[in-house]
């Protein structure tokens, strides 16, 4: 069998069709906002991002994510410049086996703030966690993922409870504003603004997960009442979740031996989490194919696990040592399979994370004056790190071929701490609400 065809049984193309893709997008970011079906939730931060961003104010920040808990104070000058103090590290509340109650919860996060608490008045909380957020910039946990043991938690509002914490540890209660870490993206992109000049902001996340956030309108928002239809907010697509995307069988065997089937389609197609499963998926169906020799067909087969770093790592370069394939013998006409059955699984990747977030730039609506392009600020490891076929190279020459068609203008901008720093400037924009 060819490879050719062992793809096409299995409906599988690196080749996507882009304006189908885009059209599917919209289609689903209006239902989402209008309070419809859509597999995107279209989460409104309650953040209005047109607003300026106050320079030489400090404000205190929260970073939580994972198993990590961070600590900094921020403040930006005048060009924008985020400088950082007192930035500390410590492990998440609830991750070191011991289960926390809310009190004791919200305790620990308080004593982690104390050291700098007296630095700034407000704190901008980049909480990182599935969180319902609320018009005063509250959020409400949703459920605890990445083994966070505190059950008393979910339900509860994080900001309050912080205050709270603080209020009896010092005596004064400041405020405390929740947003999530794709929305921090996005902000911290704005920091750079304040001397660029951007007509709008994207903030896209490719790493474990992916998700995306852009700025609507509000007039456009119509599942949230009682808004001022003159203004925008930063909407969070939870675009990880979108059920669009060109799945082929290999997705569907993915999506099947996960603990949620049918949630999070887009993200196990494009992100770190799942790139490596799938990667073994496709390479045990072509060996079962006969595309490999029978002696690489059955090192393969013997594979338990991939992560996405060796699947990447040897398909960059098929000669690497020191990783899931060591057991496998492959002759070199093996190796030159294997590349041709694998960077195509990269190709779509990146062309899929290109339509996701040249999707959030069209409908921001801006970017057709070249001297005020749409900011699309980008973080996470899976864009970064992946080696194999110039992936983020792919990616941007992706966006530049669907929006440059469009004839509309962007920049990509990568900002270091962007939790921490986007957090900061949330803080600092309700300042000024």
């Known amino acids: 069998m060819k490879i050719a065809e062992f793809f096409a049984r299995n409906a ?19 239902a989402g906002l209008a309070g419809g079906k859509s597999s995107l939730a279209m989460i409104p931060a309650y953040v209005d991002a047109d607003r300026a961003v106050k320079t030489d104010t400090p404000i205190n920040v929260l970073d939580a994510g994972g198993t990590n808990l961070r600590v900094a104070t921020v403040r930006f000058d005048k060009a924008g410049k985020a400088k950082i103090e007192g930035l500390r590290k410590c492990a998440m509340p609830g991750t070191d086996g011991t289960s926390l109650s ?97 007509a709008s902001y994207v903030g896209f996340i490719l790493g474990t997960g992916t998700n995306i956030a852009y700025i609507e309108r509000n007039a456009r928002i119509g599942k949230v009442k009682r808004l001022d239809r003159e203004r925008t907010m930063v909407i969070n697509i939870e ?58 067909a059955a090192g393969i087969a013997a594979l338990a696990a991939l992560t996405t770093k060796d699947f990447d790592d040897f398909v960059a370069n098929p000669f690497t040592q020191g990783g899931a394939f060591d057991a496998v013998r492959f ?67 992706g966006l530049r071929d669907i929006l440059g068609a469009r004839g509309i203008h962007f920049e990509t901008t990568f900002v270091e701490d962007a939790p921490v720093v986007g957090a900061a400037v949330a803080g600092l924009i309700a300042q000024e609400a």
């Open 331 to 397: 002759t070199d006409n093996d190796r030159r399979a294997l590349l041709a059955i694998c960077e195509p699984v990269f190709a779509r990747a990146a062309r899929l994370a290109a339509a996701n977030i040249a999707a959030a730039v069209i409908r921001c609506g801006e970017g057709r004056d070249p001297l005020h392009p749409v900011c699309v600020t980008i973080d996470g490891s899976t864009y970064y790190r992946t080696r194999t076929g110039f992936f983020k190279s792919r990616v941007e020459q």
């Open 239 to 296: 675009s990880g979740n979108f059920n669009g995307g060109p799945a082929s069988a290999f997705d569907e065997a993915v999506d099947a031996a996960t603990s949620d089937p049918g949630v999070g389609r887009f993200e196990k197609m494009i992100s770190g989490r799942y790139m490596g499963d799938l990667g073994l998926v496709v390479l045990q169906r072509a060996a079962e194919a006969g595309l490999f020799s029978k002696r690489a």
């Open 12 to 30: 599988f193309s690196p080749d996507i069709d882009t304006d189908a893709l885009l059209a599917e997008f919209d289609r689903q970011m209006d």
């Open 102 to 198: 809310a009190e004791a919860f919200f305790d620990r996060i308080a004593e982690v703030l104390e050291p700098v608490a007296g630095n700034a008045k407000d704190v901008g909380f980049c909480f990182s966690y599935p969180t319902e957020i609320t018009p005063a910039l509250d959020g409400r946990l949703m459920r605890w993922t990445k083994q966070v043991d505190a059950p008393g938690v979910v339900g509860k509002m994080i900001g309050s409870g912080v205050a709270a914490a603080v209020k009896r540890r010092l005596g004064r209660k400041p405020a405390v504003r929740v947003l999530n870490d794709t929305v921090a993206t996005l902000l911290a992109g704005k920091s750079v603004g304040i001397s660029r000049q951007y």
